[in-house]
């Protein structure tokens, strides 16, 4: 292979060497200054690098024969995924390459918390043999409740079978299937906190998770459960939790992720309940081995122009298709980011449709924009048309397609539908002169032009003063509405009210809304 690869920072020999028996030239040059970089970029067709490198819009521009750059690891914020799309460079992850090591540090800190060890341990350095305060319990028998079943969920999942754990779940968006094979009962979230012993958490950080265990839940668990976070920094409130401790409402926590990090000195770390690791998940050596190796074979797939399985940015699609669904890429991602919010349960069959001249197309792109906004409240996964097809068999989800040559209304529209035994949701949209419209939501014809900010959906009666009343509350509530547009069946029968909202309404604002005469049902979703 003839191409020069550049290694920005430090990455695990066998990624190196990987690259190297393919016959690509490796240069490692880790510490480069931003204008160092700049000023040897060009010569290279790939790049790796970790967190510490940052390829922003000059780098790329300046590196005319740069064709992938590959990020070891998972987060791919310090690339400036726009400019690499627009020059036509690829971007590739390793997200899987850590799940091993992630799942096992948190069994780690379970049975740390379980047996007392960093607790006995300090105690015996300090000379004392003190063998009655460090009597711990064991995890055979207990059962534990995993937030989250994704793939290092799932991990730990396995992991606790085999430590004879009963194993309960919350996960809205997998599916029962996806559950019974990892041996786990689906439960809701006030089950899970009221039964488990111990508690791992490995979702994502979002609006929907961020808090997610605070001082309610914190009350609602056993006096006897404990609690292990190795996900995400914010997901489980420090506040809430170093008073759980201190008040003796749980056993014990773990943490391996924190809000602001890196943190050495924390009001939390007095506790002699909580075990705490300065983000150990993903530190260890094989999982460094596998992200090197993982996005060295992702870099020599591109450079022999094949598909990488973990391609972050552009589908790989001829450019004369691409430019033709271009603009329906972002009105796919929409819907379907709007359609699992509205939707709000388990994502186990995804229909889409496609009506009009685009369904004359490999529409590979489109499929995959829809669960990228399907995953994107659920997860970090980065969805594109090499890696769609393996991240909906993974999560669970059968996407069914379906292609009409022609619509009585649109040229193009693509639909979304969402099914499940507890009901239905389904979205629709296409292009108009400023960009992705929202047109239909569950059979009501409706125009949400594009728009940042919160949606919120109302199905009420259709009689004089409705919208009136919703507007005077949000007025009280000192809520901007920037857009409103209704849709309805027939007149006096049900309609949908849609309002675009500039801010977001708190839990009582929405029940205060709910108690309007006339409103049957009550949603928010952001865009």
């Known amino acids: 292979m003839d191409a020069r690869i550049l290694i920005c920072d430090p990455i695990a020999r066998d990624g190196v060497v990987a690259l190297e028996a393919a016959g690509a ?12 970089l700049l000023g040897v970029v060009d010569a290279y067709e790939a790049l790796v690098v970790r967190s510490e490198t940052k390829v922003t819009r000059e780098v790329i521009e300046a590196a005319s024969k740069l064709r992938v750059v590959g990020r070891a690891g998972v987060g791919v914020d310090n690339i400036d995924l726009d400019a690499a799309t627009e020059r036509g460079v690829v ?57 989250g079943l994704g793939q290092v969920g799932s991990e730990v999942a396995r992991r ?21 094979v990892l041996g786990v009962d689906l439960v809701d979230k006030e089950t899970l906190l009221k039964n488990s012993d111990f508690i791992s958490i490995h979702t994502t950080l979002s609006d929907a998770t961020r808090n ?21 920094g914010g997901i489980v409130d420090e506040k809430a939790l170093e008073q759980a401790l201190n008040e003796g409402w749980i056993a014990g926590a773990a943490l391996d992720v924190f809000e602001t990090e890196p943190v050495t000195d924390h009001p939390i770390f007095k506790s002699d309940k909580i075990v705490v690791t300065p983000h150990l998940g993903a530190s260890t050596t094989e999982a460094q081995e596998r992200v090197a190796v993982d996005v060295a074979e ?25 430019s033709y669904l271009a603009p329906y890429l972002p009105v796919a991602q929409k819907i379907g980011y709007l359609a699992v919010q509205l939707h709000g349960r388990e994502l186990s069959n995804v229909e889409i449709d ?22 994107k409240p659920i997860s970090e996964d ?74 919120m959906l109302c199905e009420n009666s259709d009689r004089p003063g409705m919208i009136g009343a919703v507007g005077t509350l949000l007025g ?43 409103i049957l049902n009550v949603k928010l979703a952001r865009l």
């Open 160 to 180: 606790a079978k085999g430590l004879e754990m009963q194993i309960i779940a919350f996960d809205p968006f997998v599916s029962e299937e996806r559950a019974r």
């Open 382 to 455: 980065h969805v594109n048309v090499v890696n769609v097809d393996i991240l909906a068999q993974r999560r669970g989800i059968t996407i069914t397609e379906k292609h009409v040559p022609t619509h009585e209304l649109y040229a193009n529209l693509i639909t979304v539908r969402c099914p499940s035994s507890k009901g239905e949701t389904e979205i629709s949209g296409t292009v108009a002169h400023d960009g992705p419209h929202i047109v239909s939501i569950d059979d009501f014809w409706v125009d949400v032009p594009p728009s940042e900010g919160y949606l």
């Open 354 to 375: 496609y009506a009009g001249e685009i369904s004359q197309h490999d529409l590979t792109p489109l499929r995959a924009a829809v669960l990228s906004g399907l995953l």
């Open 25 to 36: 030239s490796v240069d490692v040059k880790t510490g480069l200054s931003p204008d160092d």
């Open 91 to 147: 971007v590739v992850n390793a997200p899987a390459g850590n799940t091993t090591s992630a799942a096992e540090h948190a069994i780690a800190l379970m049975l740390a918390l379980a047996r007392n060890i960093p607790n006995a341990n300090s105690s015996l350095r300090a000379g004392k043999w003190d063998r009655k305060n460090f009597v711990g319990i064991e995890v055979r028998g207990k059962t534990l409740g995993v937030v």
């Open 212 to 232: 997610f265990i605070a001082a309610d839940e914190l009350k609602a668990m056993k006096s006897t459960a404990r609690v292990i976070n190795t996900a995400r």
């Open 298 to 322: 992702q870099i020599l797939c591109v450079l022999n122009e094949e598909p990488a399985r973990y391609a972050v940015n552009a589908p790989l699609i001829p450019p004369e298709t691409y």
């Open 476 to 518: 009280e509530f000192k809520i901007n509405v920037s857009f409103m547009n209704v849709g309805r069946h027939e007149k006096r029968g049900e309609a949908l009210m849609v309002l675009a909202l500039d801010e977001t309404l708190d839990a009582g604002q929405i029940e205060r809304v709910r108690e309007i005469s006339g």
